[in-house]
Structure formats: C-alpha cells, structure tokens
C-alpha cells in the first residue's frame, strides 16, 4: 500500500543516520536551541557528519543562531536539501520556509506530525554520523511524533536549569521518553551558576546541583552544568555558535573562521 511506500522511503532515510540525539527540555528559555546548536557544531568540528533539524514549529530559533536567516533550502522533486552552515553540517528548520518569521503557525496535531515526518524522510540528509533535532519543549505533539518518527533507537538529551520547577518539568520529561521506549542519553544542566567575564570565577546565584540530583534518581547519566555566560548569549544573538566564536582582537566583533570551507 501507499503507506508502506512512505514507511520504506522512512526506514531508507532513517537506515543511514547512525545516531539520532533529539535535544528536549521541561519548558522553554532554558537554553535547549543554543544546547543543540553547539552540540551540532562541536561534533561538525570533530570530523562527523551531522544534520540539525529544528522541529519547533512555534518559535525555530537554530537560522538565528547560525547565521542563516533567510536562506532558502534548494526544492528538487519531492525532496528539499538542506541548508548547508559548513561541509560537516547541514540545516534544516521550518523557519527556512515560512515567509515572515513573526508568522504565527497554528496547526493541530496531525499536520505537525505529518511535517516532522516530511523534515526527516523528504530532506536529503544522505549519510550521517549524527542527527541532532531540537524539539519544542514540553511532553506535546512535536516531541512525541519527533521520538515516533525516528523510533525507538532514538535517544534524548534533556536540558534544564538547576531551580527546583524546572526539575520538576524535567522528571516528566524523563518518564515520556521512557514511556515511548526511548532512551534518555542524560541531562544537562543549563545557566548553572554565573560564569564572571570579570574575575573567571563560577558564582551559584541559584542552587546548583538540582540536574544532578534528579539524574541520580531518575537512573540516567548526569553530562555536566554550563554556567550562565554573558559570551554564550551574545554569541547566539550575533549568530555565532560558542563553540564557533572567535573574536577580532582588535575590534571584539565576533568573526568565523570556516575551519572546513563549503
Ligand atoms: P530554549 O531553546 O530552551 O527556548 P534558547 O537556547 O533559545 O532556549 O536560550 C534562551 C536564551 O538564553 C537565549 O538568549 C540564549 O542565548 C541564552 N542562553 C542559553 N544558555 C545560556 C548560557 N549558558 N549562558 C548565557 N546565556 C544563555
């Protein structure tokens, strides 16, 4: 039938990308984008092919953050390639496609479905050593058709910030991925501390510990705390991943260097 069809040309896509990270997190404004982001980045710059995919419907940040507001992916028959931010690292995001990114998108549930399934199986990814998709926070439609659409050798990267409720939102998050058979690779703590340009110091403006302690009793790997630093924000609003920034020392702007040009 025609849906075994697509399921094939799925399972075809899927069946040459060997490892699939879907970044997640409880709630939004935790640093989950700039999180995928940079793991992105930092695995291009180790040698490895990877893809990212941005599934937030509502707000797709990752053109921002990298410099590539306004591209167009190039549209062939049935298949769209993705935007390409370095010879390891291609990119594909609905904010690409919508005309005005202050665009509303309202859709239900099944259109969404629908649209994450088309970003992995009509993209041409080709061979990957790494797809990484940020997903829009929270246990919803995105995330669960994202874990659905990619199955069950799919493994989540939970971002969160140390406070308490934040912590909260993460355990449920903990429970759906395993609810859907999914593995939780482990948890990053964001905006963890204050990292001063000043001094060089970490200061813990809030507690600290809070990813850890849940890690630890929710059975899953604790990956390490990123403190809140000024140079992590100014760098994604200026569109140069932190793991990318370089600064022009006489002027302090920040510059890219392609290390592998396209
Ligand atoms: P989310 O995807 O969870 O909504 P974003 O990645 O868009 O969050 O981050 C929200 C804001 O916080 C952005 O302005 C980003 O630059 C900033 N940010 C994220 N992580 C850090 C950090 N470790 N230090 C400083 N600013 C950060």
Redesign the pocket.
């Known amino acids: 039938s025609g849906c075994d069809k697509a399921d094939e040309k799925l399972q075809k896509t899927l069946g040459r990308i060997r490892h699939k990270i879907v970044v997640m997190?409880g709630k939004?404004?935790?640093?989950?984008?700039?999180?995928a982001a940079n793991i992105a980045v930092a695995l291009s710059l180790a040698g490895k092919k990877v893809g990212l995919l941005d599934v937030d419907v509502h707000?797709p940040?990752i053109p921002r953050l990298l410099s590539l507001k306004g591209q167009k992916p190039h549209m062939g028959d049935h298949v769209m390639e993705p935007v390409p931010w370095s010879k390891n690292l291609s990119v594909m995001s609905l904010g690409f496609l919508l005309e005005d990114d202050k665009q509303a998108v309202i859709w239900r549930g099944p259109v969404k479905m629908g649209l994450i399934k088309q970003f992995v199986e009509d993209v041409m990814w080709g061979d990957l050593d790494f797809l990484i998709v940020?997903c829009p926070?929270g246990t919803g439609d995105e995330p669960l058709s994202t874990l659905q659409t990619l199955g069950p050798t799919a493994i989540a990267v939970i971002?969160t910030t140390p406070q308490g409720v934040a912590v909260d939102d993460v355990r449920r998050s903990v429970s759906f991925v395993g609810e859907l058979g999914n593995r939780v690779l482990g948890i990053v703590e964001?905006?963890s501390g204050f990292a001063c340009p000043d001094c060089g110091a970490v200061h813990n403006i809030f507690n600290t510990g809070g990813g850890e302690e849940l890690a630890r009793e929710a059975g899953v790997r604790f990956l390490g705390r990123?403190?809140?630093?000024?140079e992590?924000?100014i760098s994604?609003?200026e569109g140069f991943p932190f793991m990318k920034v370089h600064r022009d020392t006489a002027t302090g702007k920040a510059m890219q260097q392609v290390i592998e040009p396209l």
Do not use: R
């Not at 939004?28 to 999180?35: A, E, I, N, Q």
């Not at 990123?226 to 000024?230: G, R, S």
């Open positions: 997190s939004g404004g935790v640093g989950k984008s700039t999180v707000g940040s940020d926070p971002v964001n905006m990123i403190p809140l630093d000024p992590v924000s994604g609003d």
